[in-house]
Nanobody
Framework: QVQLVESGGGLVQDGGSLRLSCAAS????????MGWYRQAPGKQRELVARITNTGSRNYADSVKGRSTISLDNAKKTVYLQMNSLKPEDTAVYYC???????????????WGQGTQVTVSS
């Protein structure tokens, strides 16, 4: 089994910063991508940032220039540094990973349980 455990969410003021972490554990042979999505009340889940195993990154336009995604391969942990946070960044943030458990397995999509980020005005 594979588990994704997020941490780092919380309450922050407008203009503040947060760093989210997501650690993958379990039977992991390799991963294809790791990233962060978010879902605000009444809205669909959307991509925030994603990084591939080759280091390619892509960001949602709404966070570009304010956020940085990084990956520690040895720790199987992905980070999302968010700066200049705005009230509209308030959402539950979910870690996502495409992981292959064994060399003979196909890549499967895994989700963390989510961590709340609240930005007060």
């Amino acid at each position: 089994q594979v588990q994704l455990v997020e941490s780092g969410g919380g309450l922050v003021q407008d203009g503040g910063s947060l760093r989210l972490s997501c650690a993958a554990s379990g039977t992991i042979f390799s991963f294809n991508t790791m990233g962060w999505y978010r879902q605000a009340p009444g809205k669909q889940r959307e991509l925030v940032a994603r990084i591939t195993n080759t280091g390619s990154r892509n960001y949602a336009d709404s966070v570009k220039g304010r956020s940085t995604i990084s990956l520690d391969n040895a720790k199987k942990t992905v980070y999302l540094q968010m700066n200049s946070l705005k009230p509209e960044d308030t959402a539950v943030y979910y870690c996502n990973a495409e992981i292959r458990m064994r060399i003979t397995s196909t890549f499967r999509n895994y989700w963390g349980q989510g961590t709340q980020v609240t930005v007060s005005s």
